[in-house]
């Protein structure tokens, strides 16, 4: 039966019922004190309905602290399908409440910044990544107009302007980003803001080296082609000159080639995919191999010393070499006639330990921690002296950061350096040796 008709039969019934129940009062006892039963019954109805009106209208007030009576009559149902409107209603808040939750989430371990605005810009809310980029704080700054929170030229000139079909490049607070503004639902617009400070440092490093290398390359080149000039020139040139040009050509090209070959040895290191050998490498052997090369190198001006039993490692032999050779190079190049190198090898507690030590020239301190970048010369001219191109030590890096190995430099200006490596105790083999 249909609900409505339902509700007016019941209440037709309890009318009725009340009706019935004073007339046969009237029968009995009279027809006035039927009709004052009959009022009784009607306001008792009517009072009852009151009664739950005001318990109604209570709940409507206070929704979550008062609860529905059960009821009596229609109001039952009423009150029922009340309290299922409400569970539902919850039911839905709490969704709506979790996937807001989980979009803020989202947005937090979004790597990019992203801002959310009103038509006028004024901000509604942003990520954690974005407070970061552009030192905005939610909580202060929600309703402010985010050309006041950034105040740079070009930003509020991009905002003003709405140059939006282009991404803006911004230097902000030592970083770079690149911001773009997307316009959505009319009457709000989303900022997006991207570093790219490191890929500007990666570019820059990328176009420094070659920069650099052009340079290092230009100068013997051009030596070659002034002799080359000369012998096109004066071809009746004396032979003792002529031999002598083309001694000096003969060493410009081997600079080249050395530059060339370190320049590809660096860019091998650095590639990802070539992985590092593993390998036996026989320290002891390879030290004194590179002592025996350093002397050949130094022609009896230094003394050179192999102190220490140290371990073989696993690694890649050809690696370990051109890293330790450089270092005992380095050390008879910057050191003076008559100093005095040693180069220690031994195990410790915690891995295995080299150290080149020589009385040389030494660094500066405000060189120490630039010596490894490509390039790096303390002193240019000298250095060209003794043919160095400042790759040795980029080189000496990657090969220990390649085994894992730390470097560390100490130096005193005019009286020396040390150079320590620390191979860990993974990469060393024959332990007896201790
Ligand atoms: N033992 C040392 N004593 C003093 N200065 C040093 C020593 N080792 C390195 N240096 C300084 O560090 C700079 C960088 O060294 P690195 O080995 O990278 O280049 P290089 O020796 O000039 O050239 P390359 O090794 O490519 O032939 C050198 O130019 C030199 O100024
Ligand atoms: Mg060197």
């Excluded at 803020?104 to 990544?129: H, K, S, Y």
């Excluded at 100068?219 to 032979?239: C, H, K, R, Y």
């Excluded at 051109?322 to 040693?342: C, F, K, M, Q």
């Amino acid at each position: 039966m249909h609900p409505r008709l339902i509700f007016w039969i019941s209440a037709a019934v309890r009318i009725a019922t009340i009706l019935a129940l004073a007339a046969l009062g009237g029968y009995a006892w009279g027809a006035k004190t039927g009709l004052l039963l009959a009022v009784a019954g009607l306001v008792g109805l009517i009072l009852i309905q009151l009664r739950y009106l005001f318990s109604l209208s209570q709940w409507l007030e206070e929704p979550q602290s008062t609860r529905l009576p059960d009821g009596w009559g229609a109001w039952t149902d009423v009150f029922a399908r009340l309290y299922r409107l409400r569970r539902g209603d919850e039911k839905n808040q709490a969704e709506l409440a979790e996937w807001l939750a989980r979009f803020r989430q989202a947005m937090t371990l979004l790597p990019d910044g992203v801002v959310i605005m009103d038509d006028v810009m004024f901000l509604e809310w942003c990520n954690p990544i974005a407070e970061r980029h552009l030192g905005l704080d939610l909580r202060r700054d929600k309703g402010m107009r985010v050309t006041n929170l950034v105040r740079t030229p070009e930003f509020i000139d991009y905002i003003i302007l709405q140059k939006y079909e282009t991404p803006l490049t911004l230097s902000f607070r030592e970083r770079k980003l690149i911001v773009h503004v997307i316009p959505f639902e009319n009457r709000r617009q989303i900022l997006v803001t991207h570093d790219v400070t490191e890929l500007e440092s990666i570019d820059r490093m990328r176009r420094d080296f070659i920069a650099n290398a052009s340079h290092e390359l230009r100068t013997p080149l051009t030596v070659i082609n002034g002799f080359l000039e000369i012998a096109s020139m004066q071809p009746d040139l004396e032979v003792a000159i002529r031999s002598s040009h083309v001694t000096l050509m003969l060493e410009q090209g081997v600079r080249m080639q050395g530059l060339i070959e370190d320049m590809l040895t660096l860019s091998r290191l650095e590639s990802t995919e070539f992985q590092v050998r593993k390998e036996t490498v026989d320290m002891p052997v390879l030290l004194r191999q590179v002592v025996q090369d350093a002397l050949v190198l130094s022609g009896g001006r230094h003394t050179i010393q192999l102190l220490g039993q140290g371990p073989s490692l696993i690694g890649s032999t050809d690696e370990i070499r051109s890293a330790v050779s450089n270092l005992v190079n380095n050390a008879v190049r910057y050191t003076p006639d008559g100093g005095r190198i040693e180069v220690l090898w031994e195990m410790r507690d915690d891995g295995a330990y080299l150290r080149v030590k020589d009385d040389g020239i030494g660094i500066g301190n405000e060189h120490i921690t630039r010596l490894t970048e490509r390039f790096y010369r303390v002193d240019k001219s000298r250095s060209r002296e003794t043919q160095g191109t400042g790759l040795g030590l980029a080189i000496v890096k990657h090969v220990l950061l390649r085994h894992d190995a730390q470097l560390h430099i100490q130096s005193t200006l005019g009286q020396g350096s040390e150079f320590s490596v620390y191979f860990p105790l993974v990469s060393v083999i024959n332990l007896d040796t201790k």
